[in-house]
């Protein structure tokens, strides 16, 4: 007789799991188990589940990289335990932190799921009670006693996304994440239909390898017409800055004046990585496609591929305290580590 899979539900904070205030309207945390008492279901479903809960609840817009190594040394510690993980977040910075699990858990070999919602679970139109009970079940999911889901993903409006593929799209639609360069991992309808072609297969004979090291001197400039040369001249002068995504126009195009070019060039030959990636929601990179990227190439900018900026800024932050070297970083940084890019 098969046992039913054992889920824990971490709560960290997010809409989901608010009220509004009666004097100001405004939304705020409140206790994780009325949360619960808000969803019966959850006891229909076929696997066990227990809780817990960030102390207090973060909003996600305070979330930062100490709150992942949270969440990351949390599930660790539980990871015997459980066979899968669902995290309640907020929506705002979903894409973020779940990009970043999806490097700190190297070769897991069950699901962590993330999910939240648009509306409070208490409101009468919300979208929070499919979102949660889906996401259990999906959490759930067993096939010839392994976990159907062997990675960090994200579940929002009846699709299952792999969580460093999703970008937040919308902040008034309930469909708000997308994934426009990989296709979801599962779509919920009158079936739960995983779609197995398109799940990471994981190399069964290494084991989890929970990586809690991040360098957090990046930085994130996207590039605008009319961007001035003393603007960027300042940001860049940021003290000990290391890393920088670089958001730009289309396939990877930026101005091509020379003052642009020779002030990148000059921080790049300081030792400072740039990552260039596109500002369009989907598709990709390709330095040299277009005049205006060929002397980024020239210079020494790293191609994001088809990456997003959220998994880019993670990854990022994963990969320069193990790469000292811009050369192995590169190499490193243009592979595809856990799905997170597409590779020719």
């Given amino acids: 007789m098969n046992r039913k899979p054992n889920i824990l539900l971490f709560y960290t904070g997010g809409t989901i799991g608010m009220m509004r205030s009666s004097q100001t309207g405004s939304l705020k945390p409140f206790n994780f188990d009325k949360l619960l008492r808000k969803i019966p279901e959850i006891k229909l479903l076929d696997c066990s589940v227990e809780t817990i809960s960030l102390h207090p609840p973060i909003d996600s817009s305070n979330m930062c990289p100490q709150h992942w190594i949270a969440i990351a ?11 899968g993980f669902v995290v309640l977040h907020g929506s705002d ?11 700190m858990f190297e070769n897991l070999g069950k699901p962590i799921v993330f ?3 648009q509306l409070p679970i208490g409101d009468l139109r919300t979208d929070a009670k499919e979102n949660l009970i889906t996401a259990i079940q999906i959490a759930g999911l067993q096939k010839n006693g392994e976990a159907v889901i062997q990675e960090v993903c994200l ?30 991992l599962a779509e919920s309808g009158v079936h739960l239909k995983v779609f197995e072609e398109s799940l990471l297969k994981r190399d069964k004979s290494k084991p989890l390898n929970v990586h809690k090291e991040l360098d957090t001197r990046v930085g994130l400039l996207k590039i ?18 290391k890393g920088l995504v670089l958001e730009t126009f289309g396939s990877g195009n930026a101005p091509s004046d020379d003052w642009f070019v020779d002030i990148l060039e000059r921080h790049i030959k ?37 990456i997003t900026t959220e998994s880019a800024l993670a ?30």
Avoid at 73 to 83: L, P, V, W
Avoid at 315 to 344: R, T
């Fill in 73 to 83: 040394e949390i599930i660790e510690s539980n990871y015997g335990k459980f066979d």
């Fill in 93 to 103: 910075t979903m894409s973020y932190t779940s990009s970043a699990l999806s490097f």
């Fill in 115 to 117: 999910t939240g919602s």
């Fill in 155 to 184: 579940y929002f409006e009846y699709r299952l996304y792999r969580a460093n593929r999703t970008t937040k799209i919308n902040a008034e639609q309930f469909q708000a994440f997308a994934s426009l360069n990989y296709p979801p």
């Fill in 224 to 241: 605008f017409p009319g961007i001035r040369p003393d603007f960027i001249k300042h940001f860049l002068s940021t003290p000990q800055l």
């Fill in 270 to 306: 300081s030792g400072l990585i740039i990552v260039n990636v596109t500002q369009c929601s989907g598709g990709s990179v390709a330095m040299g496609q277009y005049e205006t990227s060929e002397r980024l190439k020239q210079i020494g900018l790293i191609s994001g591929n088809d």
């Fill in 315 to 344: 990854k990022m932050m994963l990969l320069l305290p193990k790469y000292k070297n811009a050369k192995d970083f590169k190499i490193n940084f243009e592979k595809a580590v856990c799905g997170d890019i597409s590779e020719n």
